[in-house]
């Protein structure tokens, strides 16, 4: 599986998933999520709504991930992870790792070749970036695929590219 940071608008990328780092409850958001439901149209959110009503507690158990419809997106579908929220004194690091394992699993399970990732729970969840981007490769070497061939991280600023240009060199 090759994987690559790349700096863009996740939105626009052309694979066959594009991962969102989701809130719990599914409903759309801000930073990733918002941009993901906004470009994708109200199917997105329709889909996500029937899963939310299925699950315990109508909420994605941290670290899970589910897949929808990709709506008006390039891609055929979006994978939603529910990321943790950083913490000074409880180290959440398997749950961000799990994220990123999980969403590739749901990806390989519906034959997809190529995945794009977001910098998950590095936004207003507070991870620091450099930390973000470790576990973010560590989650996606941890996968085990059969049809995923390219991962792609997706990242909105230079700092974050840099951060996840580090993370790769680092884990080679």
């Known amino acids: 599986m090759e994987l690559r940071a790349v700096r ?19 409903l759309g958001g801000g ?12 199917e997105i959110l329709a889909e996500c709504r029937s899963i939310a009503a299925r699950l315990a507690d109508h909420r994605l158990p941290r670290g899970q991930a589910v897949a929808t419809t990709a709506g008006r997106l390039p891609a ?3 994978v939603h992870t529910a990321g ?4 000074a004194s409880t180290d959440r690091s398997a749950v961000l790792r799990s994220c990123y394992t999980q969403s590739l699993r749901v990806a390989d399970e519906l034959g997809a070749r190529t995945v794009a990732f977001p910098a998950i729970s590095t936004g207003v969840y507070g991870w620091p ?9 560590a989650g996606v ?6 049809h995923v061939r ?5 990242l909105s600023s230079d700092r974050a590219l840099a951060a ?9």
Do not use: K, M, Y
């Open 141 to 146: 070497r941890a996968a085990r695929v059969e």
């Open 84 to 87: 943790p929220i950083w913490s």
């Open 164 to 172: 996840f240009t580090d993370a790769l060199r680092l884990n080679d």
């Open 31 to 42: 930073g990733v999520d918002g941009a993901i439901h906004r470009a994708g149209g109200p």
């Open 129 to 137: 970036l450099e930390d973000g981007a470790r576990q973010a490769v």
């Open 76 to 78: 055929r579908w979006v």
């Open 8 to 26: 863009g608008d996740i939105t626009t990328v052309d694979v066959d998933v594009i991962v969102n780092a989701a809130n719990p409850g599914l």
């Open 150 to 154: 390219e991962v792609l991280f997706v």
